[in-house]
């Protein structure tokens, strides 16, 4: 059974950090590509980043590029997000995906909060 | 970015009548592998998304055959033919075709 588990979601000030982490099993984890959404309260799903399987390419959505970094960690099934310069508008429940768009493989972990607020 | 926009945003449904979401793009979805990377995702409240088609009309694993999805270049649809209780909750339409991946806004889907 494929299972994603998303941890250190957290209250935070503004400017501050956070490193997001997700535990993966169930599938060959260095094999896929792997994603994080996030979802705002009450708003809808945004896609926040993407690294390929060997982390040699990731993509981020702009409001995040310069502040957060995914990475990942093949030898122990571990997906990162690095936030740094925390903004309110960051605060959000985030998910851990494997998202394959050429397959039916699609799993969400039950995601971990992030408030960011003085 | 592309731009996705759904229609309606709000969709009262009967049971056991059909039900149907609307999904534009603000720019063709036709990537340059010849796929075109249109999904469908069910939220229910309180719980994770759950994609429910991908590459336009295919069904992912599980997923119950009175859902469907059709469409091309930037019009796509996805249809329930007989809406059943668990089916309320938001629908998202998401393109992954082109960077920055972008999600519509989202339909409501409730019982009448």
């Known amino acids: 059974e494929v299972q994603l588990v998303e941890s250190g979601g957290d209250l935070v000030q503004p400017g501050g950090s956070l490193r997001l982490s997700c535990a993966a099993s169930?599938?060959?984890?260095?094999?896929?590509?792997m994603c994080w959404f996030r979802q705002a309260p009450g708003k809808g799903l945004e896609w926040v980043a993407t690294?390929?399987?060997?982390?040699?390419?990731?993509n981020y959505v702009d409001s995040v590029k310069g502040r957060f970094t995914i990475s990942r960690d093949n030898a122990k099934n571990s997906l990162f997000l690095q936030m740094n310069s925390l903004r309110v508008e960051d605060t959000a429940v985030y998910y851990c995906a494997r998202e394959i768009r050429e397959h039916p493989l699609s799993d969400w972990g039950q995601g971990t909060q992030v408030t960011v607020s003085s | 970015d592309v731009v996705m926009t759904q229609s309606p945003l709000s969709l009262p449904v009967t049971l056991g009548q059909p039900a149907s979401i609307s999904c534009r793009s603000s720019q063709g979805l036709v990537h340059s592998d010849g796929n075109t990377y249109l999904n469908w995702f069910h939220q229910r409240p309180g719980q994770s998304p759950r994609r429910l088609i991908y590459k336009v009309s295919n069904r992912d694993s599980g997923v119950p055959d009175r859902f469907s999805g059709s469409g091309s270049g930037s019009d796509f649809t996805l249809k329930i033919s007989r809406v059943e209780a668990e089916d309320v909750g938001l629908y998202y339409c998401m393109q992954d075709t082109h960077w920055p991946f972008t999600f519509g806004p989202g339909t409501i889907v409730d019982i009448k």
């Open positions: 169930g599938f060959s984890f260095s094999t896929f590509w």
């Open positions: 690294i390929k399987e060997d982390g040699s390419q990731k």
